[in-house]
């Protein structure tokens, strides 16, 4: 999607800064909304813009454009603008490649999830990222999972983008340490999700607003590899799991 993304949408927490915060941001919309743990109401409007965001999802086989991401630091009242690619495929592939203010990438081949830092020469790696929980979450990028299943859904009373956009509010159905809240907002022509803000239980918040999306125009498999090169120190992430890696002990 778009992303891209909490795993994506949790995947798009663990995305978050990894330098601390220098900037003030400017006022976020308050996050309230009806943040209920019960689904809400039957509402056919409701019902009708998420049947065709997941109907979108499950007939989209790749995207690739440009995001950018902005963190903020709710209890610091800072935040962290980054800039950078990213390119989705069916099955289970993504890479996020950041380009501004320092560049880094995220690259998960089906199985495989690693964070790569051109800059500091290091390399980690998740041998069995489809294996953990944050997968559930972004499921139905792939196809594979159903909004419904994984979230109870409303209307965001905020506003994150146009007046004219669809605001939706995704609270998880099994509590995670990752994120409390996800908003979608949706084009309501395409039904594809112009930004994804996730909401850490913190109160911090992770905005990705993207662009020139193109979609099903088919992608290189070089784009989803990665083997570490020399003069790169690459290391297992902590408490992943043994599964081999090459160039990895």
Request: glycine share 6%; with cysteine.
């Given at each position: 999607?778009?992303?891209?993304?909490?795993?994506?949408?949790?995947?798009?927490?663990?995305?978050?800064?990894?330098?601390?915060?220098?900037?003030?941001?400017?006022?976020?919309p308050?996050?309230?909304?009806?943040?209920?743990?019960?689904?809400?109401?039957?509402?056919?409007?409701?019902?009708?813009?998420v049947?065709?965001?997941?109907?979108?999802?499950?007939?989209?086989?790749d995207?690739?454009?440009?995001?950018?991401?902005?963190?903020?630091?709710?209890?610091?009242?800072?935040?962290?603008?980054?800039?950078?690619?990213?390119?989705?495929?069916?099955p289970g592939?993504?890479?996020?490649?950041?380009?501004?203010p320092?560049?880094?990438?995220?690259?998960v081949?089906?199985?495989?999830?690693?964070?790569?830092?051109?800059?500091?020469k290091?390399?980690?790696?998740?041998?069995?990222?489809?294996?953990?929980?944050l997968t559930?979450?972004?499921?139905?990028l792939?196809?594979?999972?159903?909004?419904?299943?994984e979230?109870?859904?409303?209307?965001?009373?905020g506003?994150?983008?146009?007046?004219?956009?669809?605001?939706?509010?995704?609270?998880?159905?099994?509590?995670?340490?990752v994120?409390?809240?996800?908003?979608?907002v949706?084009?309501p022509?395409t039904?594809?999700?112009?930004?994804?803000?996730?909401?850490?239980?913190?109160?911090?918040?992770?905005?990705?607003?993207?662009?020139?999306?193109?979609?099903?125009?088919?992608?290189?498999?070089?784009t989803f590899?990665?083997?570490?090169t020399?003069?790169?120190?690459?290391?297992?992430?902590?408490?992943?799991?043994?599964?081999?890696?090459?160039?990895?002990?």
């Amino acid at each position: 999607m778009q992303l891209a993304t909490a795993a994506f949408f949790a995947v798009l927490q663990m995305m978050g800064p990894l330098a601390a915060p220098t900037e003030p941001p400017p006022p976020a919309p308050t996050l309230t909304a009806t943040e209920a743990s019960a689904p809400a109401a039957a509402d056919p409007k409701l019902d009708a813009v998420v049947d065709a965001v997941q109907k979108t999802y499950e007939g989209t086989k790749d995207f690739k454009g440009s995001f950018k991401q902005k963190f903020t630091y709710t209890m610091l009242r800072r935040s962290q603008e980054s800039k950078g690619t990213v390119t989705f495929e069916k099955p289970g592939r993504m890479r996020w490649d950041y380009l501004v203010p320092d560049q880094k990438s995220f690259i998960v081949d089906g199985k495989a999830l690693w964070l790569v830092q051109p800059k500091d020469k290091v390399a980690f790696v998740n041998a069995c990222f489809q294996q953990d929980g944050l997968t559930a979450s972004v499921a139905f990028l792939w196809g594979d999972g159903k909004l419904r299943d994984e979230f109870n859904i409303s209307w965001f009373d905020g506003q994150f983008g146009e007046k004219t956009d669809r605001h939706l509010l995704l609270l998880p159905k099994k509590s995670n340490t990752v994120f409390a809240r996800l908003i979608l907002v949706i084009d309501p022509v395409t039904s594809r999700v112009k930004q994804s803000v996730v909401v850490d239980p913190a109160g911090n918040v992770n905005q990705f607003i993207f662009s020139d999306l193109k979609f099903n125009k088919g992608v290189e498999q070089k784009t989803f590899t990665y083997k570490p090169t020399a003069g790169i120190n690459a290391a297992r992430m902590p408490g992943s799991c043994s599964d081999p890696v090459p160039g990895i002990k």
